[in-house]
């Protein structure tokens, strides 16, 4: 063991750490000044200054069976301590990438894991995840509850744990595919939930420990047999040579102040809608996914003469297809968009 510097001495490497961490960063505050009760406090006040900077977070992306994926966590540490992580012995997660290299591994036996302690700085750790084992089902929404064993990691339960103290900062995020839609979302500590179109994050209130989460989320048919409480009936498939496609929408017959709404790909693109003989013109982007893509004419207004009729005239590379498509309080009809290699 090292005698500990004088404290001229070691008050001036830390101010050159200090100098050297804080050089060409705006805005930041300053470096606390040394204390007169010597160098221990001096160490604890300069681990507090940077430890406010310190983060965790952890980034899904959810693939489209809404099982499996890949998630991405970064945490910094400036508070000249190493980090700890925690990793399963089991086929729950697969680490791909870790940044930097751990200096060294504990085993822990008793929670069937491996310790990795990184240098101080923080890590970057890439893995996969796979729900398959601990979800659970209500119909079309998929559940990953709290406490289930082996989903995230440490010590056996699913909750982000650090030792010692708590998380400075610490957020999560989830990417669904456009197949799925979070429906509900629970933490057992204080934050702030905010779902920004296929993104739903969680901003933890700080100094918090052993975080839990539960997820439920619906997985959405890109044919709906129903919508809106009617049910829809498919007249055509029509194959569809690149990744758009240009649509022409008008009435075949009088107009007589029909209104539609027009559903696409699992959103509603069009709201009460008048169909004249002036055509409705849209470009749309079709699925790659072997569903393809749907599009239903749903009525608002049959007008005056019921139901509502529309001409449908859809242009794909050279070709172009007409359908006519047909809606009343009672049902709505639509065709599906297939991609073609």
């Known amino acids: 063991m090292c005698c500990p510097l004088p404290m001229n001495r070691f008050a001036f490497v830390f101010f050159l750490l200090l100098s050297a961490f804080s050089f060409g960063q705006a805005k930041k505050p300053a470096p ?27 980034v899904k992306f959810i693939n489209e069976d809404g099982m499996t994926g890949y998630e991405l966590q970064t945490s910094k540490k400036t508070s000249f301590e190493s980090d700890a992580f925690w990793k ?56 990953i509850p709290f406490d289930s064993n082996g989903v995230d990691n440490p010590y056996g339960k699913r909750y982000d744990w650090t030792h010692p103290g708590d998380f400075k900062n610490y957020a999560r995020a989830w990417i669904f595919p456009a197949s799925m839609k979070p429906v509900s979302y629970k933490c057992n500590r204080k934050g702030t939930w905010k779902l920004n179109r296929n993104v739903l994050n969680f901003i933890a209130e700080p100094n918090q420990n052993e975080f839990n989460f539960e997820l ?52 509603w693109i069009g709201k009460n809608i008048q169909v004249t003989r002036h055509p409705i013109r849209l470009f749309l982007l079709v699925s790659l996914g072997p569903e393809g893509s749907s599009f239903i004419l749903h009525s608002e207004s049959e007008g005056k003469v019921p139901p509502n009729t529309a001409e449908l005239t859809i242009y794909t590379g050279n070709k172009h297809y007409t359908v006519t498509l047909t809606s009343s309080r009672n049902a709505s009809s639509g065709i599906v968009l297939k991609r073609v290699k």
């Open 216 to 267: 439920k989320y619906l997985r959405k048919s890109i044919r709906p047999m129903e919508l809106a409480g009617r049910p829809v009936t498919y007249t055509k498939e029509i194959p569809i040579e690149s990744d758009t496609v240009y649509l022409e929408l008008k009435d075949d017959q009088e107009e007589d102040g029909d209104m539609v709404s027009l559903h696409y790909d699992r959103e």
């Open 32 to 58: 606390p000044q040394a204390p007169r009760n010597g160098a221990v406090e001096m160490l604890r006040q300069v681990k507090e200054h940077f430890g406010k900077s310190d983060y965790h977070q952890k």
């Open 88 to 143: 399963a012995n089991n086929d729950t997660l697969s680490y791909l990438y870790e940044f930097p290299k751990p200096m060294k591994d504990s085993v822990d036996v008793r929670n069937n894991g491996v310790i990795s302690i990184y240098p101080p700085g923080g890590e970057n750790i890439l893995s996969a995840f796979n729900w398959s084992k601990v979800a659970r089902y209500k119909g079309d929404t998929i559940i």
